[in-house]
C-alpha cells in the first residue's frame, strides 16, 4: 500500500513508511514543501530530514506495516 492510498482523513504523524533515498524505514513526524521529517523509532527525539523535489512524491512512498516487514 501506498500513502495516497490511506484514507484521505487520516492523519500521516506516525505512519511508517519506507524512504526511497535510503530505503530505510522511518514513521512520519511531520512535513514542509521539500520533505518530510522522519523518525527511525516511533516518539524518538530525533529526526530525519527526507527531501523530495516536490511533497507530491511523498504519496509514491510504501506504507510499511508488521505484516509488510
Known amino acids: 500500500m501506498k500513502i495516497k492510498d490511506l484514507d484521505p ?3 500521516l504523524a506516525g505512519i511508517r513508511f519506507r524512504y526511497p533515498g535510503d530505503n530505510e524505514l522511518y514513521y512520519w ?3 514542509w514543501m521539500k520533505g518530510v521529517w522522519g523518525q527511525k523509532e516511533k516518539g ?3 529526526i530525519y530530514p527526507l527531501f523530495v ?3 507530491s ?3 509514491e512512498w510504501e506504507v510499511v506495516t508488521d505484516e509488510t516487514i
Open 9 to 11: 482523513t487520516q492523519s
Open 29 to 31: 513526524a511531520s512535513q
Open 44 to 46: 524518538a527525539e530525533q
Open 53 to 55: 523535489e516536490d511533497i
Open 57 to 59: 512524491e511523498c504519496m
